[in-house]
C-alpha cells in the first residue's frame, strides 16, 4: 500500500474514533441499546444476563466503591478472576474511576503475582477465592501500596488479618458499598470519568513471559479504540453478535474481541469459565466469531477428526467428498486465484446438503469471522477447518501493539501469510528480516524498563517486534518465526524451528513437537501424542495402553510416528530434517510449565526439564 493510502486510512480511522475513551463507548452503547443483552453467565441450565444498561450501572457504582478505597487516577486494580460478568463489571469499574485495570493470568504462581503487583503498585485486587487468595496471600504484607483485596466468594474472606496485610473484603459488601456510594454522591464517579482522555490509560497488560519475568505495557484509550476500529473493519461482526469469552482476560486479543469490540456492536457476551468447557458452549451459544490461538484450533481439529473417524463408512465417505469441494472453494478464494462458476455451484450444494449441519452440530454455523493468531498456524490445520466450509484467517500482532497490526479478510486473503497491514497501519522489515510496525496502536514502551523500551521503538517510530519475516508483492506479511528463537546449526545454516514443528504436528497422532538443534550438527525433536487422537487410533490398531505413557513406549504407535516424522522430512530441506526424536509420555501444558498462558512454548522450560533427553538425542 503506497503512503498515502497508510495516511488516507489512518485519517479515517482517527475521525471515526475522535475524542472518544471507552468510557463514551459504553454510555453510548447503554443509551442506544441498553436493553440488549450484554453479558451472561450459565448457571445451571440457564443463563443470567445483565443488559447494556445494567452493565454500565453497574461499573458505574463499582467506581464508587474504588473511590471510597482510596483509589485515585492512574492507579492500578489487579483482577484475578475467571471469565465471568464481574470480570468485566470491575475491569470498567476501574475504568469510570480513572484507574487502570490489569488481569492477572490464572496461572501466575505466587512468585509473578508478587512481582507484577509490586512492579506496577498495584492499589486493590479484585480475586476470584481461595486459589486464588492462597497464591496472594504470601507477598501480601510486602505490597505496601495494596490497601484492598475484594473475593468474589465471601467464604474466601480470612477471619484474621495478620500484621501489614491489606483490608480484605467480600464482593457482595464492596458493591454493596459501592451502591449506597453511589446513590449519595454519583456526581464523584462522573468528575473521574470527565477526566479520563483518549490518551489516559485503558490497561495494563504483562506480557506472558517466555524467557524472564513479564514486562509491563500500558494502553491507552485511543491506542484501544484504534485497535477495535481496525479489528471491525476486517472481522466484520453483525450488530447485536453472539461472542464467546473464553481465553484469558490478561491477553490483549481477548480483551478487544470480548471486552471492547462487542461496546462498538452492542454485541452478547457469552462467558466460558474453563478453556476445557469450549466445545460445551460453541453449541450453547453458536457465537458469530471465534478467536483461538493455533493450539485451541489443534485441539478442535483433533476432537473432530476422531468424531468423523467414528462415523459410518458411508457417511465418512461422503464427508470427505463434500470436504474436498469445500477445500477447493476456500483455498480458490485467495487473493489473485478465481472460482470456477461450477466450483461454486458445486460447494453451494454440499454445504447445504452436508457441511452446514456439521457446523450446526459443532456450534460454528454462525460464525463469520473464525481468527487464529499468537503463534505460527500450520497450514494442514487451515485446510482441515476449509474442508468444513470454514476460512480461519490468520492474524498477526502483539501486547506492544494493542493487538492485531495484519489480518486476513474475507475478500483479501492468503493462506500460509497473516494478511496485509490493517487500516492505517506501517510494516516494514530490517536488512536481516525483522518485522516493524509504525502506526498508532504502538505503545510508548515498557513500564519502568528505559532500556528495554529504547530496544522496542527506534527514532523513526518503527517498533522492532523480535519477529523474523517478510512481504510479498502484493503486501501479504509471512511471519518465519521469533528471531531470538531461531536456531543456527555448528554449520553455520538458520533454521526456524516453527517450520519443522509444524510439519511434524500434520500427523494426527502428535500433539505437540519441538525442534532443537542450535549449535547443533543437525535438528532432533522432542514430540507428545495428542490425548484425543492417540487412545482411539490405539483401540483401532488394536493396541493395548492404559494411558499416554504407555502409548509412548508402544512399538507400534513409536514405529507409526517414526513415520509421520519421514513424512515431515520429505516435505522439508536438508538442513531442517530431523535426524532423531523422543516421544514424551506427557502432553505439555500450562500447569506443567513447558506452556505460557497464552499457549506458546517455553522453549528454554522444555530444553532444561528435557536436557538429558536432547543430550541422549546427540550422543546415542
Not at 483482577?79 to 460478568?85: C, E, G, I, V, W
Not at 475504568?95 to 503475582?113: D, L, N, R
Not at 519475516?469 to 538458520?494: A, P, W
Amino acid at each position: 500500500m503506497e503512503q498515502t493510502d497508510v495516511l488516507r486510512a489512518r485519517q479515517s480511522v482517527e475521525a471515526e474514533i475522535e475524542g472518544l475513551t471507552l468510557v463514551d463507548l459504553l454510555h453510548r452503547t447503554a443509551t442506544e441499546h441498553g436493553g440488549l443483552p450484554a453479558l451472561s453467565d450459565r448457571v445451571g441450565d440457564g443463563w443470567t444476563t445483565l443488559t447494556w444498561s445494567e452493565y454500565r450501572q453497574a461499573a458505574r457504582e463499582l467506581a464508587a466503591a474504588y473511590l471510597h478505597t482510596g483509589v485515585d487516577p492512574g492507579d492500578v486494580v489487579a483482577l484475578m478472576m475467571p471469565n465471568r460478568s464481574e470480570h468485566l463489571i470491575a475491569d470498567m469499574g476501574a475504568v469510570h474511576a480513572g484507574a487502570v485495570p490489569f488481569s492477572v493470568y490464572a496461572t501466575f504462581s505466587a512468585e509473578q503475582i508478587e512481582f507484577v503487583a509490586a512492579d506496577c503498585a498495584a492499589k486493590v485486587a479484585v480475586l476470584d477465592g481461595a486459589d486464588e487468595l492462597a497464591r496472594w496471600r504470601p507477598g501480601l504484607a510486602r505490597l505496601p501500596h495494596l490497601r484492598t483485596v475484594v473475593l468474589l466468594d465471601a467464604s474466601a474472606v480470612p477471619e484474621i488479618r495478620a500484621d501489614g496485610e491489606p483490608e480484605f473484603v467480600s464482593w457482595a459488601e464492596f458493591t454493596a458499598a459501592g451502591r449506597r456510594a453511589y446513590a449519595a454522591d454519583p456526581a464523584a464517579v462522573d468528575a473521574r470519568t470527565a477526566a479520563v482522555t483518549p490518551e489516559s490509560n485503558a490497561t495494563l497488560l504483562y506480557t506472558s513471559g517466555t524467557t524472564g519475568n513479564p514486562k509491563g505495557v500500558y494502553e491507552t484509550h485511543h491506542q484501544v479504540l484504534y485497535q477495535v476500529t481496525i479489528t471491525q473493519r476486517s472481522a466484520g461482526l453483525p450488530h447485536g453478535a453472539a461472542s464467546l469469552s473464553y481465553l484469558s482476560m490478561a491477553h490483549i486479543a481477548e480483551r478487544v474481541l470480548s471486552a471492547y469490540l462487542p461496546m462498538t456492536v452492542a454485541g452478547h457476551i457469552h462467558f466460558c469459565p474453563d478453556v476445557l468447557r469450549l466445545g460445551e458452549f460453541l453449541g450453547l451459544v453458536r457465537p458469530h466469531g471465534l478467536f483461538g490461538v493455533p493450539r485451541i484450533w489443534e485441539k478442535l481439529q483433533a476432537r473432530l477428526s476422531a468424531a468423523l473417524a467414528a462415523a459410518p463408512g458411508e457417511q465418512r465417505t461422503a464427508i470427505e467428498s463434500a470436504a474436498e469441494v469445500a477445500r477447493a472453494y476456500v483455498e480458490g478464494g485467495q487473493y489473485g486465484r478465481t472460482r470456477t462458476p461450477e466450483l461454486e455451484k458445486r460447494f453451494a450444494r454440499v454445504d447445504e446438503e452436508v457441511l452446514a449441519p456439521i457446523r450446526a452440530l459443532i456450534g460454528l454455523d454462525r460464525a463469520e469471522a473464525c481468527i487464529v493468531g499468537a503463534a505460527p498456524m500450520p497450514v494442514d490445520t487451515l485446510r482441515f477447518f476449509a474442508g468444513l466450509g470454514l476460512l480461519i484467517r490468520d492474524v498477526y500482532g502483539m501486547t506492544e501493539n494493542c493487538g492485531a497490526v495484519t489480518a486476513n479478510r474475507h475478500d483479501a486473503y492468503r493462506f500460509g501469510s497473516v494478511g496485509r497491514p490493517q487500516d492505517g497501519i506501517e510494516l516494514s522489515t530490517t536488512d536481516d528480516g525483522e518485522l516493524l510496525v509504525r502506526g498508532p496502536v504502538n505503545v510508548g514502551g515498557y513500564l519502568d524498563r528505559p532500556e528495554e523500551s529504547a530496544a522496542l521503538i527506534d527514532a523513526d517510530g518503527w517498533l522492532h517486534t523480535g519477529d523474523i519475516g517478510h512481504i510479498d508483492e502484493d503486501g501479504f506479511v509471512y511471519v518465519v518465526d521469533r528471531k531470538k528463537e531461531l536456531i543456527i546449526t555448528s554449520g553455520g545454516e538458520n533454521i526456524a524451528p516453527a517450520t519443522i514443528e509444524n510439519r511434524l504436528k500434520e500427523h494426527p497422532l502428535i500433539g505437540q513437537a519441538l525442534a532443537y538443534g542450535d549449535r547443533r550438527p543437525y535438528p532432533v525433536a522432542l514430540l507428545t501424542l495428542d490425548p484425543d487422537i492417540a487412545p482411539g487410533w490405539a483401540a483401532d490398531q488394536g493396541v493395548d495402553a492404559a494411558d499416554l505413557a504407555a502409548l509412548a513406549t508402544h512399538p507400534r504407535v513409536l514405529e507409526e510416528v517414526g513415520r509421520a516424522v519421514e513424512e515431515a522430512n520429505g516435505k522439508l530441506a536438508r538442513v531442517q530434517q530431523v535426524k532423531k526424536w523422543r516421544l514424551l509420555p506427557a502432553e505439555w501444558t500450562v500447569e506443567t510449565e513447558e506452556l505460557t498462558p497464552s499457549l506458546k512454548l517455553k522453549r528454554r522450560v522444555i530444553q532444561r526439564k528435557y536436557s538429558d533427553d536432547l543430550g541422549r538425542l546427540y550422543s546415542a
